[in-house]
């Protein structure tokens, strides 16, 4: 078995809304993937489909090797967007109740939460109602109820919201162990820079279309840069971009020039032409962030006649 | 039962019922006004305060008098009191039945009860400290001044018994003798000048033949003990004046023990109209208040969940179907949880006030299939409403047109509990969300519903019931994981069709 989940030409609407349009997607085993799109791409439809929560109206979903995900829920943790507690219930309780429904036992769901809580630093909070807890220790709380169950899948919908820095750097911890114990990790943000560290494949959906699948040095190799960026020094102020062999344009920002290359010309090169030519304190080929491959597909995708997504590349 | 939906009832059940607003609401509020109906008026039973002071007879008869004074004499209430303390009552009885002879037999029962009843009256009685001034010649006293007195607390009372308190015949019932003679005779003698009853001459209007007069601090129990004895001595000393034989009089006017019964196939039944209109009710009541109390809450904890966002996290572990399965049988627990206990607590009062055989125990087997009804029904429309809107506010609009309908065997319980066969209660059984409780009311009377009535409505009940989870479930589907808009009904028909 060397899918988790294979998504396979899913088609959901709502009324005359289509939520999620043909959609084709497989989960290697073993992976750790960000799911991206803007709001309302259809991001947590899919995952509900996945979660057996929604049915598609068309396709088929395999969820670790079953026609439906509501045969191995207890092999899955799903952290849902809308998430929460309840609040009159206390910490340990809560966690030990889905423990048991994800059929963990009496004894071992109450021995798993109290080392999850000691895990996140939450120790003191077993016999706490939930409602006694700040928003950021909730959000702890939710990560542990979808993971106590030891499963094998986890998906994960948006979650950092709610994590202060400290909190989000515990969390990308936590995914990166669970992923190097042989767990399979799906999940989806909106905050690409956090993918961009954590994930090594990417999927991107708009407008519940797929509109990449790939991992991310194929991605950064795609999308290859053409824009520079150099720092002359403080005695630079002759420094003129612009006037190299192969530039477009160049953009001053503060004290930094970005500088945006012809289609053909080899950065390399120009790169070596301007440190050269003048005293640089820094000069670098630009990686191309998730963001920015993010912003070209979204504004640059169009759907031809074919039914197939083609990604226009902005100049 | 799937061991998810068990854990999810478990816990429905659990956060429900261990709550204080549950424990107090549900269970000890009832208790406790059960425990005081039942006790309050035992408590009150044992405050007759003793009578000290003087009582002035004031006696035109002449005759009367010596007699009611004996009867209230410290020493003859001592004596009383005490023999009644030692005296076995039922032997004490029979010995004073057994001179009614055999012809009397049939008023021997009722006798011993109306002996027994006095008796344990008479040993609550408390022992008065009471002297008697009997004034002779009785033209002498002066009632006005008396009455001053008594005002005024110097005197406890003063009894006033008229001249003619033992021939006096009070208007009615000289009326009564007069036709019921003129009846008896007239077809014989056809006497056409028979005088009628004096009409418009009512005995409220009439003086009376006897007057006590207290003043406010005299409690009830106690004028009513002095009036008692008064009435008592007066009717004695009739009859010893016009030579009657108490005995014979007392079962002559014995009032004969009149049974109405309704003649079915399995046997006569005893009517009684109070029972027959309150034990319907009753039935119905339990029913309603049982499964309203679980719906109410499967409502509430709903929306809760709802708007606590923990569904979809429920929702991880469970499908949709094993959280609202969970969830009504979990409130079916608190609704069943209720029945037992409010129907404890009635078979409890009905014990007491010995009316056990009002309810027939295979009647309450037959609510069962009515209360699994009536709870589905109920708890159906509760999860669809509860999963469908954001906040309790919106649920009371989508609420009221099924309240409605479902209100309409409460509203219409008389003609239903009055002609439990006719043709409205007939047709509101076979129509579904009433079905429950219509023929909770129907099988709480004392009539025989046709036995093809009953298995008919279980059917068709069942089938509705079906129809109404399969509907649920499609509703509660998507509802749950709707947020926004406040839906209406069409909503949630456009949703049964969508999912």
New interface residues.
């Given amino acids: 078995m060397d899918a988790a989940i294979e998504i396979r030409g899913v088609t959901k609407t709502f009324g005359d809304k289509t939520a999620v349009d043909e959609l084709d997607l497989v989960v290697p085993t073993g992976s750790l993937c960000g799911f991206l799109g803007p709001n309302g791409a259809g991001k947590s439809t899919t995952i509900r489909m996945v979660m057996s929560i929604f049915f598609p109206d068309r396709g088929s979903i395999s969820v670790l090797g079953r026609p439906s995900a509501v045969e191995s829920k207890d092999r899955i943790g799903y952290l849902p967007e809308e998430r929460g507690v309840y609040r009159k219930m206390r910490v340990g309780e809560f966690l030990t109740y889905m423990a048991r429904l994800k059929g963990v036992d009496a004894g071992e769901a109450k021995r798993r939460a109290e080392n999850w809580l000691n895990r996140v630093d939450l120790s003191d909070v077993f016999r706490k109602r939930c409602e006694e807890l700040s928003k950021g220790m909730n959000q702890k709380v939710q990560v542990v109820a979808s993971i106590i169950h030891n499963p094998d899948l986890i998906i994960l919908d948006e979650p950092f919201t709610g994590l202060d820095p400290v909190n989000t750097k515990m969390a990308r911890e936590l995914i990166h162990d669970l992923n190097s114990e042989g767990k399979t990790i799906i999940f989806s943000t909106h905050v690409l820079f956090q993918a961009e560290q954590i994930c090594d494949r990417i999927f991107m959906i708009h407008r519940g279309r797929k509109v990449l699948d790939d991992t991310i040095e194929s991605i950064r190799r795609r999308f290859d840069p053409r824009t520079i960026l150099v720092r002359p020094a403080e005695n630079g102020a002759a420094f003129r971009p612009q006037d190299f062999e192969g530039v477009v344009r160049a953009e001053k920002r503060r004290d930094e020039y970005e500088v945006y290359l012809r289609e053909d010309a080899d950065p390399t090169a120009v790169m070596r032409a301007m440190m050269n030519s003048a005293d640089l304190r820094k000069i670098e080929l630009r990686q191309p962030s998730l963001e920015d491959v993010f912003v070209r597909l979204v504004e640059g995708t169009r759907i031809s006649e074919s039914g197939a997504v083609e990604v226009v590349e902005a100049a | 039962m799937n061991s998810?939906t068990f854990?999810?009832g478990l816990?429905e059940y659990r956060?429900t019922v261990m709550t204080k607003a549950f424990i107090l609401g549900a269970i000890v509020l009832p208790l406790v006004i059960w425990g005081l109906a039942i006790a309050i008026p035992l408590l009150i039973k044992d405050e007759i305060p003793v009578m000290h002071g003087k009582v002035v007879v004031v006696d035109e008869t002449g005759m009367v008098a010596p007699m009611f004074i004996s009867q209230l004499t410290p020493e003859f209430l001592r004596t009383q009191k005490e023999q009644l303390a030692t005296i076995d009552v039922e032997k004490y009885l029979e010995k004073t039945t057994a001179a009614l002879g055999s012809k009397a037999e049939f008023a021997r029962p009722l006798v011993l009860a109306q002996g027994r009843r006095a008796i344990e009256k008479m040993r609550d009685q408390p022992l008065h400290e009471l002297e008697f001034e009997n004034i002779t010649p009785p033209s002498s006293a002066n009632i006005e001044q008396l009455k001053e007195q008594v005002r005024a607390g110097e005197i406890l009372a003063v009894v006033h018994i008229k001249a003619d308190a033992l021939t006096h015949i009070s208007a009615w019932l000289t009326g009564f003798i007069r036709s019921a003679a003129s009846g008896a005779l007239g077809g014989a003698a056809g006497s056409a000048d028979a005088p009628a009853a004096p009409e418009g001459e009512e005995k409220s209007k009439e003086e009376p033949r006897a007057v006590i007069y207290t003043n406010r601090t005299m409690h009830v129990d106690n004028s009513g003990l002095l009036s008692e004895r008064l009435s008592g001595a007066i009717v004695a000393m009739r009859m010893i004046t016009q030579e009657v034989d108490a005995l014979k009089a007392q079962v002559a006017m014995t009032p004969p023990d009149i049974s109405v019964r309704n003649v079915t196939e399995t046997g006569e039944i005893e009517s009684n109209e109070v029972s027959n209109m309150l034990v319907p009710l009753a039935f119905m009541m339990l029913l309603w208040i049982s499964t309203f109390t679980g719906g109410q809450y499967l409502l509430t904890t709903t929306i809760e969940?709802k708007s606590?966002?923990?569904?979809?996290?429920?929702?991880?572990?469970?499908?949709?179907m094993q959280l609202m399965t969970g969830k009504i049988l979990g409130q079916g627990a608190v609704a069943l949880t209720m029945l037992l206990l409010y129907a404890a607590m009635g078979v409890g009062a009905l014990r007491q006030f010995d009316l056990e055989h009002l309810v027939e125990p295979m009647k309450m087997l037959l609510v069962a299939p009515y209360f699994i009804m009536a709870f589905f029904f109920i708890a159906c429309m509760m999860a669809s409403i509860g999963s469908a809107v954001n906040e309790m506010r919106e649920a009371q609009a989508l609420m009221g047109p099924v309240m409605m309908i479902v209100m309409l065997p409460l509203l219409a319980w008389m003609p239903i509990v009055k002609s439990p066969n006719g043709s409205f209660a007939t047709i509101a059984s076979f129509v579904p969300p009433m079905t429950p409780f219509v023929m909770a009311l129907r099988l709480g009377t004392n009539q025989v519903i046709p036995f093809w009535q009953i298995a008919a409505t279980i059917v068709i009940g069942f089938a509705a019931m079906l129809v109404f989870i399969w509907l649920t479930a499609k509703i509660f589907?998507i509802g749950i994981?709707m947020?926004g808009k406040a839906p209406n009904f069409m909503t949630l028909l456009?949703w049964v069709r969508?999912a």
């Avoid at chain 2, 606590?308 to 949709?320: D, G, N, Q, R, Y």
């Fill in positions: 998810k854990l999810v816990r956060s969940e606590s966002k923990v569904i979809e996290v429920l929702l991880s572990a469970t499908s949709p589907r994981l947020h456009r969508q």
